[in-house]
């Protein structure tokens, strides 16, 4: 085993179905409504023939911002202790939220590679729209679609190296 991956990132950006689109496999649950418990879950993948294992961090309880927040903490933590490089994603729909900037200040503590995400980017117009997460304070980021696949390539190439 090459390495484990943690996706991590505040709930609705997309992380199950990057997770599932990765691993090909409908393990993970993917909400359009959020409020479903669940576990995190595992899972293989491989790239330019590195097999790595994911962590779709996926489990969270609707509630106040205080639930939200802890279950970040939790995200967080899990990626500290058991990952090789973390994938912190968000969305370009909904832009930078107070979530986001929380766990970005979270994650510039972790000395373990640290790759940014942003998914949702289905098109062009959405390439241009992606450039503000910049603001976000961790460098250049990956835009991409979980849900059609396009700039996950790229991300792939950038990760496997750090495996
Ligand atoms: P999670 O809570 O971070 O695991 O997010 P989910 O994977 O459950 O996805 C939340 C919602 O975003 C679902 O309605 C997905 O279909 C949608 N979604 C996920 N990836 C994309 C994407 O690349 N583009 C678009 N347009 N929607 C996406
Ligand atoms: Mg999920």
């Known amino acids: 085993m090459a390495g484990i991956v943690a996706v991590v990132g505040r709930p609705n950006v997309g992380k199950s179905t990057f997770f599932n689109r990765m691993i090909q496999r409908r393990e993970a649950i993917v909400d359009a409504v959020s409020g479903v418990t669940r576990d995190r879950h595992y899972g293989k ?34 990626a500290i202790a058991e990952a090789d490089a973390i994938l912190f994603m968000v969305d370009v729909e909904a832009g ?56 996950t390539g790229e991300l792939l190439d950038a990760l496997v190296k750090v495996l």
């Open 45 to 78: 993948s491989d790239w330019a023939g590195k097999e790595f294992s994911l962590i779709d961090t996926g489990g969270y309880v609707v509630g106040s911002d205080d639930v939200f927040e802890k279950e970040i903490d939790k995200q967080v933590e899990l």
């Open 96 to 151: 930078i939220t107070g979530m986001d900037e929380d766990v970005a200040r979270l994650l510039r503590k972790v000395e373990k590679p640290i790759f940014l995400v942003v998914n949702k980017v289905d098109n062009a117009a959405r390439l241009e729209d992606a450039v503000e997460f910049y603001n976000l304070g961790l460098g250049d980021y990956y835009p991409l679609s979980s849900i059609n696949g396009s700039g």
